[in-house]
Every structure is written in structure tokens, then in C-alpha cells.
């Protein structure tokens, strides 16, 4: 027993201290993006490895998720006598819950990736100190623009992947399943808000900023060797994951919980 609370407090402890460090690591990056006039030219190459080609990543997963929620609505429905409403399930499960979240995810597990293992390969090889001592600050050069291109990019995919997941999940409700495609339609238009639609952008922006904070962090922060590089992208994208989880579980109570921008 008393080893056991050992180790509960050892993992607390690590886990804080974990937390401290990244947050530290976020206040000195805020400091430099706003004191110094951001890298543009690493800006817009951050845009195009963040957003364009996570593109067609993140929307052809949406694609089959719509597909996927649609068979699902119908099957839920059915049961209730209520198929031809599954149009209201689609348009409730893509925008506010599973377009942010499934375009966060694979953000997380490709850009993210990315951008853990190109710092942390640049830590290991020295780059880093070498540019610390030709006076060039590594956090505006490889952290400030990353933060800002994640926090642009994010809510722009998701709005996307809301788009595709719309279409396929529409396409299959009316050519496979056979629902009436203005009932479908009509159900779509009515359950989808423009409010919904900004939700899901600042879901993005909030789950952009947890992304870009931890794999950032683990790669300016990786241990010596390809092992650390191995280790340190690991543990970004795992990190993520379960990060993203939780918070979006919170934003969703803060969003449509009751809490808050219900009215928005």
C-alpha cells in the first residue's frame, strides 16, 4: 500500500512538473511572437506543412466518418420509426462533435508528428545551439511560426472536414438508404446554424494551441540520440491524443453543455 501511494505521488508529481514545464515553455514563446515581428517567410511554409498537406488527410477521414454517422443515425432511428430525421443526427454529430475532433487527430498525428520529430532532430544534430550562438532565437524561428500557423490552418480544416462530412453522409442517407433527399436536406439546413459552424472553429483554435504546445515542446526538449528523437515524437502524438480527448469533452460542456456560448 504504501508503495502504491509512492507511486501515485511520484506520477502526480511528474506529471505537474511536466505540466509546469510546457506552460513555461508557452508564456516564453507568447513573449517572443509578441515582442518580436514574426518570421513570415516560416509562416506561410508552416501554413502549407500544417494545412495543405494535412488536407487531404484530414478530409478523406471525414469523408468515411460521414458515411459512417449516417449508417449509424439510420440504424438508431429506425428502431424509433424516425429514419427519415437522420439528417438532424448528421448535422448534430459532424459539426459539433466530430468535425473538430477528427480534424485535431490527424493535425495531431501528422503535422504534429512532424513537427516534434524535425526539433528534436535539429536538438540532436546541435542545430538549435548553433543557432543560439549565431544570435538567432530558436523560438522565433521554429516555435512562433508554428504556433501561429497551427492557430490559422486548424479552424480552416475543420470547416472543411465539416463539409465533406456533410456531403458524404447526405450522399449515402439518399443514394443507399433511400431517404427523401429534400427531407434530408431540409433536416440538415434546420439543425445547422451558422453558430454551430463558429463553435466548431474555436474547438479548432483551442485544440490547435494543446497540439502545437506539446509537440513543440517534446521536440525542443528531446533527450540525445535517435532513440530521443523516436521517444520524443511518441510521445507528442500520444500526449495529444489524450489530451485533445479531454478537452474536448470540456469545450463541448462549455459550448452546448449550458454553459456559457449556448445562446451564441
Not at 530521443?228 to 489524450?242: D, E, F, M, P, R
Request: hydrophobic share 55%; with cysteine.
Amino acid at each position: 500500500m504504501v508503495r502504491f501511494v509512492e507511486f501515485i505521488g511520484a506520477l502526480f508529481g511528474k506529471v505537474l512538473s511536466e505540466v509546469g514545464a510546457i506552460g513555461l515553455f508557452v508564456i516564453k514563446t507568447l513573449s517572443v511572437g509578441i515582442s518580436t515581428f514574426p518570421n513570415l517567410k516560416r509562416f506561410g511554409e508552416e501554413c502549407y506543412n500544417i494545412g495543405i498537406q494535412s488536407l487531404f488527410v484530414v478530409c478523406s477521414v471525414g469523408a468515411f466518418i460521414g458515411m459512417s454517422t449516417a449508417l449509424v443515425g439510420y440504424a438508431t432511428l429506425k428502431d424509433l420509426g424516425a429514419q427519415n430525421l437522420v439528417g438532424i443526427f448528421i448535422g448534430i454529430a459532424s459539426i459539433r462533435e466530430l468535425g473538430p475532433a477528427v480534424a485535431a487527430f490527424m493535425v495531431a498525428a501528422k503535422a504534429g508528428s512532424g513537427m516534434a520529430a524535425h526539433i528534436a532532430t535539429m536538438r540532436v544534430k546541435e542545430q538549435i545551439d548553433a543557432m543560439e550562438v549565431q544570435a538567432v532565437n530558436p523560438f522565433w524561428y521554429l516555435i512562433v511560426p508554428r504556433f501561429l500557423a497551427i492557430m490559422v490552418v486548424l479552424p480552416v480544416l475543420v470547416v472543411w472536414n465539416d463539409f465533406f462530412m456533410l456531403g458524404t453522409g447526405y450522399m449515402i442517407a439518399v443514394f443507399q438508404l433511400k431517404i427523401n433527399s429534400g427531407a434530408v436536406m431540409e433536416n440538415l439546413l434546420s439543425t445547422v446554424a451558422m453558430a454551430d459552424i463558429w463553435k466548431g472553429m474555436i474547438k479548432g483554435w483551442v485544440l490547435a494551441l494543446f497540439i502545437v504546445s506539446i509537440c513543440t515542446f517534446k521536440g525542443f526538449t528531446c533527450e540525445p540520440g535517435a532513440l530521443g528523437v523516436g521517444k520524443a515524437t511518441n510521445q507528442a502524438v500520444v500526449y495529444c491524443i489524450a489530451i485533445l480527448i479531454i478537452i474536448n469533452f470540456f469545450l463541448s460542456q462549455w459550448l452546448y453543455g449550458g454553459i456559457g456560448l449556448r445562446g451564441m
